[in-house]
T-cell receptor, first 114, second 114 residues
Framework: DGGITQSPKYLFRKEGQNVTLSCEQN?????MYWYRQDPGQGLRLIYY???????QKGDIAEGYSVSREKKESFPLTVTSAQKNPTAFYLC?????????????FGPGTRLTVL | AQSVSQHNHHVILSEAASLELGCNYS??????LFWYVQYPGQHLQLLLK??????LVKGIKGFEAEFIKSKFSFNLRKPSVQWSDTAEYFCAVNKGNAGNMLTFGGGTRLMVKP
């Protein structure tokens, strides 16, 4: 079954702790993205990766870190430096070629900082 | 900086009413345009997209959108909504830049009353 999976669905963490959100895709897509969704603000780009072992900061990268060691995986770490981490986090991967570049999204992880 | 505006934050309609959700963007060059939908408890799904050609684009579930370049707009329409269309709708723009990053509008929450 092809697609993008994110785990866990719900995550709770105490202030001052780092936490890592998982994102896996078996669509053979090169590019992957992390977005943060807050009510009324749409989705904002945190980090993206166009190819293995390469990634770039998005609009709101402060307090986050990523790695891209495998094509299928793009984990996001929310560090204690992120001032307002409670949010819904969405991972996406992009199909490309033929003029139809499109991003497809995973089900998301809702992070709550207690 | 590029921005995407969705002026209607909340829309309430009765079943069978017609729908038009506004989307305007600020970038003046070539763009790719998308509408995504997020049904309650589900992940973000692609409704339709425009890359080139006919500015009237038809998507899934009877939705369509019209790209009007002179107005920098990409409004979403549906002639007759159903209760199952209750969801949040996001407009997104891709400048076709190196990272193919999407800039999202703030979203419009649609409620359809049965």
């Amino acid at each position: 079954d092809g697609g993008i999976t994110q785990s866990p669905k719900y995550l709770f963490r105490k202030e001052g702790q780092n936490v890592t959100l998982s994102c896996e895709q078996n669509l053979n897509h090169d590019a992957m993205y992390w977005y943060r969704q807050d009510p009324g603000q749409g989705l904002r780009l945190i980090y993206y990766s166009q190819i293995v072992n390469d990634f770039q900061k998005g609009d709101i990268a402060e307090g986050y870190s990523v790695s891209r060691e495998k094509k299928e995986s793009f984990p996001l770490t929310v560090t204690s430096a992120q001032k307002n981490p409670t949010a819904f986090y969405l991972c996406a991967s992009r199909s490309q070629g033929g003029g139809t570049d499109t991003q497809y999204f995973g089900p998301g992880t809702r992070l709550t900082v207690l | 900086a590029q921005s995407v505006s969705q002026h209607n934050h909340h829309v309430i309609l009765s079943e069978a009413a017609s729908l038009e959700l506004g989307c305007n963007y600020s970038y003046g060059g070539t763009v790719n345009l998308f509408w995504y939908v997020q049904y309650p408890g589900q992940h973000l799904q692609l409704l339709l997209k425009y890359f080139s050609g006919d500015p009237l684009v038809k998507g899934i579930k009877g939705f369509e959108a019209e790209f009007i370049k002179s107005k920098f707009s990409f409004n979403l329409r549906k002639p007759s909504v159903q209760w199952s269309d209750t969801a949040e709708y996001f407009c997104a723009v891709n400048k076709g830049n190196a990272g193919n990053m999407l800039t999202f509008g703030g979203g419009t929450r649609l409620m359809v009353k049965p």
